[in-house]
């Protein structure tokens, strides 16, 4: 059920006594009334945008898994990135502790590994024992030489050092089940079997316990290696999936790859056949999608809405199978590769011919202002379905797409987008709750006509802290936010934040990453239950209630 259609009209009209202006709250160093003031003047002058929450009305819990992040062996996201021995802040194990504690920092849960395109040519067993002993192959999939001196066992070392839990993928590209259970045996059984003994002689003498598993990835894609038609590999994926539970149970979350983007051509198809074999034996089927600005600002702004969209039409295909079966069980989404890519960008090209070298600077993506933007307005989007979404990773972690940059013996520094992460990360809580929006549009020439406002907010019923993320998707205008909080007893706000910059498309550098931030939003009142803010043309938005 939504909440009330029936909302007070907006407090531009409403009077200020005495008494609400001491019940008002303000943020900045105006007082209540002041600032409430200003807010009602400025929201007669801009566009405005209602949203009205109630604590009756929530779409599910706020999960740990939607904050999660992904490392693949692809340029120099292990190599440089998380793993650097000799340099300055790196551990005895070769883990560098700039990257450790902006990870920590970040407020990442789960870390998929260690791919991506590159575990569909993977040998896991290259990645274990002495480093001295480990096979250097080709990796086909980014034309590169892979030294495997960072594998399995050292990741799950990294991820217990860095708070995160692993989420690992198996190859189904050149590889399949006998393969899988055997990574499973490797990371799983106490001991007293070949490949569990194998592991504590390697020096990892309890087991991993990994439950958390990808089966292949993007098995869709034409660029894939061992690429499969739906029916192929629905079929591998119930058959592993069969296997590895008859090692470990329902002990194990089970993700099978769902489509690589919503405008693959067999996007719907895939998942209805892929689902028609595995549903029984899979917790998830996953959605990948990436982002870019290729030039017009307003279709990326719209990313949010297609997002949106692309996670309706996937809970609709899942709910045809389910509904087609009479099962009662659900299969929900791990939307395990989300993000900003400027695919198309020159900047750091794949390797080609003879050139196979190691850990290239690859996907080096340098993120603007707006990108950050759209970055926060994707994990308001992914939150907003926290129903049917119950896990996500941003992909990537560190320099390859990422919100992590490092330089090789250097410095390590946030891109835009760390910002909008770590804040929702951090002050996402309880339960997200059903907003009922009215917003106007602004217009994308790709997308159509977009709402304005993107917002989600959580409230935990604990502490009775209510926190509201919200992005201004319009180029040009600001937005009034006036928010019905009514049906909340005794809030009042703790903190607003905003990221914007007059220039959206500023990026930051390892010279200067800190000119730009979130920052206190100035003029945000509290009024008799409402309230009210200016949202700036491109803006994220956090504003807590405690
Ligand atoms: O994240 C970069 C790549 O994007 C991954 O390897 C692949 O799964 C996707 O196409």
Redesign the pocket.
Known sequence: MAPSESRPSAPASATVGPDSAQASATVGPDSAQASAKAGRDSAQASRAATVTANPAFAVGPVRRETFGA?V?H?GRCVYTGIYEPGHPTSDEAGWRGDVLELTRELGVSTVRYP????VSGYRWEDGVGPKAERPVRLDL??HSTETNQVGLDDFVDWSRKAGVEPMMAVNLGTRGVQEAIDVLEYSNLPGGTALSDLRRKNGAEEPHNITFWCLG??MD?P??IGHKTAQEYGRIAAETARAMRMIAGDTLRLVACGS?NGRMPTFGEWERTVLSEAYDDVDYISA?H?FENAGVLEDHLAAGAVMDQFIRDIVAHIDHVKSVRKSSKDVHISFD?W?V?HINSPRTPIPSGTDWPEAPAL?EDLYTVADAVVVGDLLITLLRHTDRVHSASL??LVN??APIMTAPGGAAWKQTTFHPFALTSAHARGEVLQLAVESPSFASPLHGEVPALSAVATHDRETGAVTLFAVNRSTTEPLRLDADLSAFAGLRVVEALTFANEDPLWHATEQDSTSVLPSPLEGVAYDGGWLTAELSPVSWTMIRLA
């Open positions: 992904f693949e692809l791919g991506g395109n590159f999939a980014w990835n993007e894609g660029w894939q690589s990948h990436y590769e993000n890519w996907l992909a990537q390859v797409i």
